[in-house]
Every structure is written in C-alpha cells, then in structure tokens.
C-alpha cells in the first residue's frame, strides 16, 4: 500500500527549510506552552523590530513599513497592554491564549502579515504565518528585518513559523489543526479556505472584501487655509494610495456632504491640490491601470449610474455619481473614485452595505458620527476615522477586538467565600 | 446634419478607392462618416450615449477625427453595448482572448456582417489581386464546427476562406500537421499563384517548423498571417526574421502581415513593402500619448486607437485598444498608399497592481 505523502511547507522563518506541516503545528503548541499574554520576550522582540525598523536605511522608501515601525514602539505597546489588563479586569474571568494561530495575511497590504502576527503573540500564541510566493520572494527590507530580529529572540522563533506554499488543501488543512485560523484576503479567497475543515475546537476570524469611503463636509473644506488644505489632501493620497487604492480601507467614493453649489466647489479645490499633490509623486499609475479605470468608470456610466468622468489626470480619475443605491463597489485600484453628495449625513443610511468598512472624514463632529453609526447599525461600517488615518491599523478591525478574539475567556469560581481571581490584585 | 444623410454616408463609405489618398483627404472623407456613425450610435445605443455624455461632453464640436469620442475596448468584456434590438443580432463576436479571460463579445447584425464581408474581401482583394486562389490555411477545420462560440479566430479563418478555392487545412482536430496534405497541395499548384494564411504563431509553428527543410516549393504563395509576435519574441523571431525563413524554406517572397481584432472584424490594416501596416480609406489608426491622451506625431510611440466605418450594429467605430504602437510615416510616396503608415509594439505593460486581497487566486495562479 502506499503511504500517503506527508504534507510539507518551506519554512522562511526561522531557520529555512522544509516541514512536515502537522509536525510543524505540534512543535509550536509545546513552544507555546512557555508563553504567556505580554510576555517579557514576547515584548523585547517588538521593542528590537520597532528599533531596527526605524534605524533601517530602506524604510524611508516604505512608509507603510515606517508606520507599522511606529506603530510597534514600545509607547504604542503599552497602549495595548493597557487594553489588554482592562479586558482582564472582569470578576470571574482569567483571560489566557488560545494555542496557537494559522493566518493567512493578504497580498495587497504587505505589513498586514506582522500586525496580525503580532497581537496573537502578545495575547501569548504560537503563530504560523503563510506568506504567498509573491510574498515571500519581495524585495524590500520587512521580512528580512523581521526573520533576523525573530531569530535573535529564542522564545519567539521558537513559536513562530513563517512559512509559504502554493495552493495546497492537505497542507491548508493540516495547519488548520491549530486553535485559531485568521483569513485576509478576497471573498474567493475565505471561500477556499473556510472549505478546508479546522479543528472541532479552533475559531476564525475572516476578514474578506471590503469597501471603504471617505465623507467630506464641503463647507469644512472650502473654509480649510492652504497649510490645512494641503494636510488633508496629504493624508487622504497615503489612504488611498499607499497600497494603489487597493487596501481595504482605502477609500473609493468621496462622499461630500453639503448644497450643490458649495460642494462643487469644494470639489473643485480638492481636485486641484489632489492633482497637485499626485503630480509630485514618484510614482504615476501605469498605461495599463489608467485604461482599466477608464474601462470600469465607462462600465458605471453605461449602467446609468454616472453622469461624468473626470479622466484629464491619470493619477486621479473622478467619476461622478448619480445614485447612491447603486455603487460600484468593486475596483481596479490605482486611483479611481466615484463621487457623490448628500444634504446630510443621515441621506447616506440607507445606502450603507455590510461590505462598507472604513469612513474617512473630514469636519464631521464626534456627536454626528457617533450619531450616523448608530443609525447604521447592524448595515456595515466598522471604523470611522479622520483622513488620513485610513490605514493606521488598530487592534479593532473588522468589529473584532482582537486581543479578544486571539484569547480565550476562563471562568473561574472559588465559591463565596475566596477571592476571585481575575481581579487586579489577584493578578500581581 | 439629418439621419438620412448619415445613412448614405455610412452606406458610402466602404466606396473605393481604398488606398491612395492622402492623409488631408482621407480624413476630409473619413470625418463626416465617423461622426455620422457615432450620432447613429448615441442615438441608438443608450448606453452608447451615456458614456459618451460622460467622458466626451463636448464631442460634438469636434472638427477632426481625434476629437470623437472613442471606447476603451475592454468596455466589450464588461458590458453588452449595441444598437440594434435583440431580435436583429444575426451573431455575436467573441475574441479568443488568453485563457481564463473574461472574452470580449460585440453583436453583429446581417447588415454589418455583410459590411465587414466586404471591406475584407476588398483590402485582401487589393492585396492579392483578382481572382480565388487555391489556399492552404494553417489551422483545423475543427474550428468551423466549434460550437462554443464563433471565436475571432475562427471568424477570421471563415472570412479569409472567401479569398480562396480548393481549401486545404494543415492540421487535424488534434492541432497535428498533415504532411501529405502539404505535400499534394504543394504539388498540384507548383508555379501557380497560392494563398496561404494562418495566425502568425501558428504558421511558425506548424508549417515553418516542421517542413523547413522538407524541400518544398510554395514559391507561388502569398502568406497572409495575423496576430502578432507575441508567441514568438521568446524564440527571437521579428518580422523580418518571419519573412527569411519563409522565402529559405519555401521560396515564398510574398508575405503580408495584417492587424485586426474581434471587436473590427473586416477593418483590416495591410502591410505594404514598407513592412509598415496602412489604413484602408475607409479605416485610420491614431497613435494617442498615454500622458495627455492626445494624438503623437510620427516617430512617438502610444497607445493605439483604431477607427473603422465598418461596424454600425454596435459602436465599435473608434475603439482604444489595449496595444502600443507608432506611426512611422504620414503619406510616404515611396508606398504609394497614402496616409498613416505604422507598427504595433506589443500589448500595454501589465501594471504591478495586485488584485484586490486575493491571497488565494494569486497563489493559484503562480
């Protein structure tokens, strides 16, 4: 008879080769067993990647790779520490990992992979990490970083892999024996791999196609001085364009809230400085990109839905929307928005999908959002935040708290009379 | 202008002469037609118009033909666009389109069938002189009976077959050669004048491949072949290299490469002795600058938009395709065709994007 063959993954990180994938599962889980939330080495090994992120000569060129830098330093750590002993500050309730994480980070967002890494190894789980090839072969100074800082931290490269293999369901279906799968990437992609079993016991968390916008108070940007102007059209190019517009959050309408009149205007000036601004970048959107915006924006105008298309800046084309049932919600990226314009904030409820995820703004009030995400509700919207900010990862995505969702909830009772664990004197 | 005017003007503009006139009065002649052609369009094709209004607003202003408007061609793959009811679709064109891609499909009705009948039957005619000659065609007659679909490909083989007699194809239903064929056909018209077409690619591959040294004589030949060089720049084969391995295999000194695609079916661009593809007076080729969209002038390669008064079941008139090209000359006395003279480049780039999140169809993929 012949034996099966044993399914095997490359491993990148650390210490290169090839593994049995299943045997790769049990390894991390015994790792694991040293860990615990905010680990001390756990925390080393964020401080040393913040660090020699911030000090590598490449970053500069990667301001994706520069934010995550940032976003990792000790000061923002202590930020999520502090959430995290506030999750832990429930009576009757001892918060511990959950063992350990296969993820499946996306392609289009190429740091996404260590955020997501990272706060399932602060909430104290051993992490598999599958990069796509692509991925794994990029230039650029992230991975290398990370693989030496991981390697020079024993504890954490002993319950780290990072790993890469093609479409492959055995291997797939093999390291999702571990105790939590998190999935980044299209619809498609969630499809296949939710059709590949996990462990009876093990949990998701899916994070498929999304759709973002930006909301622009009209008055707020006509009555905005050029310093300021020119900071919120500087903030909205690294939204949308940091990751050629592809990036979930990544804004693709332009809502603008305010009278005809004002918002044409208000339009104008935006069009302007954002023109400004994309023709002092390096970087211009390739032939083929500006023909496939031309292509989707004349698609959306064929249905009826657009009245105008603004292609005289092939960094920007700018079509005008005449529905707002009706948003061509999908993309080619590179720099295609539709635009729209509502009376007020409220005008824009009904249209709000389950897929719609980040609202940029600008000049909204907190009572006004606050107000418009209630009366949302359950239809979509999971982050509101100001231009700019589109991109700045936070450890709620997607409506998940995933220190939360990366962690498991004991409850424990002593009887009335001892003290209850899982309060903060208990806990030191 | 009035629509019956329009009308005998589109009827019109298959007239001869094809070739020969110079760029001022081709276009003196083409404008009003393409005009015409896109007013019947706005006015039949709402969503025609739509997109018209949309990122042409002032087009009818235009005093010249790169002032009308124009479609981006992958606008075919994403939505039926046509300007005539269901009930007057006589077939629908699908391009071959690579492998998985979404095909383009446009919608032909008997009138614009018959209309690109004629203006192939007239470029080839011009081409290759009177008369049908005998024709070897380097492909399978599978692809007649093909019932997924008339592809372009086999669109263009049935419409180049009208140029010929005595049909002969090369290859069986498994894509092999039949040497004997070859072989007969070879000898029953030794010394006589011949037709041979097939896509470019195909006759490398199955006739220039295995039968460059088997000594035959197709001396008589005019190859017609199509589809670009693709397929063949892994191997470093140019046009030029094409055409000696032609005449030292086979003795064939006649070779004439022609542009077209799905979306124009029977608006062909010939080329001449100047290796160069010509527009037929009815056709024009602008090269555009992808920075501003506006027409180059000679010598400065761009994206190619072509313009044909062939099609009028569905607006595919004036049509930005998705390949690079030059114009190399304007009016060259030495071609004695007049016009643009010009060469394709190859398909625009693929940019880098990554598609949206796919972590999964990506890695199939690769």
Known sequence: ?428 | MSLTDDLSLIEAALDPPLFGPDQAAREARLFPVLAALTRHHVAASPEYRRIVEAMFPAWEEATCVADLPFLPVGLFKQRTIKSIPDAEVFKTITSSGTTGSIPSRVHVDRTTANRQTRALTSIMGHVLGPGRRPMLIVDTDAILTDRTGRTARAAGVVGLMTLGRKHTFLLDESMAPRPERLAAFAEEHAGAPMLIFGFTFMVWQYLLQPFADAGIDLSGATVVHSGGWKHLEAQRVDNEEFRRRLADAFGIRHVVNFYGMAEQVGSVFVEGDDLRLHASTFADVIVRDPETWQPQPPGRPGVTQVLSAVPTSYPGHSILTEDLGVVDTVDDPATGLGGRAFRVLGRLPKSELRGCSDTHAASHRA
Not at chain 1, 121 to 134: F, P
Not at chain 1, 332 to 359: I, K
Not at chain 1, 374 to 384: E, H, K, M, W
Request: hydrophobic fraction near 45%.
């Open chain 1, 1 to 428: 008879m012949r034996r099966p063959t044993v399914p095997e993954v490359r491993r990148l990180v650390p210490h290169p080769g090839v593994v049995d994938a299943a045997a790769l599962v049990e390894a991390l889980r015994d790792a694991q067993a040293g860990l615990r939330p905010f680990d001390p080495a756990v925390l080393a090994c964020t401080a040393d990647l913040s660090r020699r992120l911030r000090r590598h000569p490449e970053v500069r060129a990667h301001p994706a790779i520069g934010a995550l830098a940032w976003w990792i330093r000790p000061a923002g750590i202590a930020v999520l520490q502090r959430h995290w002993e506030h999750l832990c500050d429930v009576p009757g309730i001892v918060r511990v990992p959950r063992g350990v994480v296969f993820h499946v980070p996306p392609t289009n967002v190429d740091t996404m992979f260590v955020y997501s890494w990272l706060l399932s190894a602060l909430s104290g789980n051993a992490n598999i990490v599958r990069l796509s090839g692509a991925a794994a072969e990029a230039p650029g100074p992230l991975l290398a970083t990370l693989a030496e800082t991981i390697e020079d931290h024993p504890a954490v490269a002993a319950s780290t892999a990072i790993v890469t293999y093609g479409h492959d369901d055995a291997v797939t279906g093999a390291l999702s024996q571990a105790d939590v799968r998190v999935i980044w990437g299209g619809d498609a992609t969630v499809a296949a791999i939710r059709s590949v079993p996990m462990a009876p016991r093990a949990t998701e968390l899916a994070f498929p196609d999304r759709f973002s916008f930006a909301v622009l108070d009209a008055p707020a940007v006509l009555a905005a001085d050029d310093v300021r102007m020119a900071e919120l059209v500087a903030g909205f190019v690294n939204d949308a364009y940091w990751f050629d517009q592809l990036g979930c959050a990544s804004p693709r309408l332009i809502v603008w809230r305010g009278e005809s009149a004002t918002v044409d205007a208000a339009s104008g000036r935006f069009r302007a400085v954002l023109g400004a601004r994309l023709s002092a970048r390096d970087e211009h959107a390739a032939t083929s990109t500006v023909v496939a915006k031309l292509v989707h924006a004349a698609a959306s105008a064929a249905d009826g839905v657009v009245s105008a298309i603004d292609w005289s800046d092939n960094d920007a084309t700018i079509a005008t929307l005449t529905d707002l049932g009706r948003i061509p919600r999908d993309s080619p990226g590179g720099g295609l928005f539709y635009e729209a314009r509502v009376d007020a904030l409220a005008d824009l409820v009904p249209y709000v999908r389950r897929r719609d995820q980040t609202v940029t703004h600008d000049g909204l009030t907190e009572e006004e959002i606050v107000d418009f995400v209630r009366t949302v509700g359950a239809r979509g919207i999971d982050r509101v935040v100001p231009v700019g900010q589109a991109l700045t990862f936070h450890h709620h995505w997607d409506g998940h708290d995933l220190l939360q969702s990366l962690s498991r909830s004991v409850q424990v009772d002593a009887g009335s009379r001892a003290a209850v664990p899982g309060a903060p004197e208990a806990s030191r």
